[in-house]
Each structure stands twice: as C-alpha cells, then as structure tokens.
C-alpha cells in the first residue's frame, strides 16, 4: 500500500511528503526506481513531483542522477526547531523549580545532539550551554537518551561515522562499552554524564516518548550538588516531566 494511502487532504501534497520521508530515512541520495519501490507511486508520478521540489529547492539532484535533501529544507528546520524548543520551556522551567538545577531539552540531528531549550539554574555555579549547540552524544547523558532510542544497529553506524572523541578522562571511547551501558540505561530509565563532557558535571537524562524526532531532556549542575544519590529524586521529576511532553505530543499530532 502506498505510504500516503488512506490520509486525508490533497494527494499531490501527501505523495511529495511521502518523497521527502523516504530521503530522510535512507539518510542519502536515492534514485527514483529505488524511490518508486519504496513509496509504491508510479514513476512518472514521481519524476513530475520531484521537479517541484527541486525547483523550490526541496531536493537536489546529484551529478549520479539520483536525488537527495535539498537546503531549503534546513531554513524550515531551524524555525520548526525554534519553536519546538519554545513550547518547551514552561515544562523545563518545572524542572528548574522541582530540582533548582539547570534543564534542557535536545534533538538528535545525524550524529550530533542539538540543545534546543535550556532554563539555567538559579545558582550562581550553574551549567551553561548554548541553545543551538551541538555535541556528540556518547559524552552527554541528553545524548545517550536519545541513543536510548536507536537500535544498536544504528547506534554502532552513528559511532563509527562519528567516532568516540574523548573530551575528559571519563569519556567512554570503546563503542561496546558504551552499548553496554546504553543496555542498563533502559533497564533503569535514565542515562547518565558523570564528567564525560566536563569534569565536575553531572547530569541525569531520560528520553521524550513519540516525539516527532529523537527527543531528550535533562537536568545537569555541578557533580558536587548533583551527586549519584540524587538521581532518586531528580529522575522521578525527569520521567514525570517527559510523560507530559509525550502526551503533549500524542495530542497535538491527532
């Protein structure tokens, strides 16, 4: 059955998203054979499409003859990304005043985690980090939520496109090593940095069930104030908090 089949709403539309999801999930360029077996439309259907979106700068066709995300895309992905990241912050804020630490929230985008939202702790030693900043996950715990969500499949791709750079003498840089953890991390529900991206940082992170892409959020400060035995009351305000955002979402995309 066609991807588009049984929605409602113009069909031209829905057949060009179709496009567009299908070069994003193959994560490169595809020909439009290859597009036509996986979106079941007719190849003609898909030739007259695709020169619409390459003339509005949507897709781009490679010197290969096959095709791939175009950059106008990335404009409409940053503004989607500032809102979403907007509609956040009165949650992160409840998570600053349940816990007084610093709360973000983060996208996976590739292989690098993008910090989306942040409300700063009241503390004159809080954590910084800038809105827009990206960083690899293996180090981060906001990072290794989003992992949480990936089959390991996928995980040891990201890892070996992207490597395991260590930041500090913490930073996990062995890929099974870190798998393993990711194992015990949904077996308790939370992933944790223990100055992996800082030394004397902690942080405690639990993923955003159904978001529309891999979606984490945190709680982070100083290792002295955030310390490992803290995670049995701030986990419990991170796991709350995300419940909220996923029925949030479950709403909104009805």
Known sequence: MPIGQGTSGVQSVGRAFDILEVMSTVGGSISVTALADKTELPIPTIHRLIRTLVGRGYVRQLPSR????????????????QLFGAWSLPHLLELV???????????????????VAQVPSPHSMRMFTEVGGRVFPHCTGVGKALLLQLPDTSIRAMLHR????????????????LIGELHMSRQRGYA?????????????????????????ISISGPAARVTIQSAKEIVPHLQRVASMLTDEFKRISK
């Open 192 to 216: 944790t940095d223990d100055g992996e991206q800082e030394l004397g940082v902690r942080c405690f992170s639990v993923p955003v069930i159904d978001a529309p892409i891999p979606t984490a």
């Open 97 to 115: 005043e349940c816990t007084g630490e610093t709360a973000n929230m983060a996208i996976l985008d590739d292989s690098m985690a993008v910090y």
């Open 162 to 177: 992207s490597g395991l750079q260590p930041y500090t003498e913490n930073s996990v840089t062995d890929a099974e090593m």
């Open 66 to 81: 096959h095709y791939a995300l175009g950059p106008q895309l990335i404009r409409l992905g940053e503004s989607a990304t």
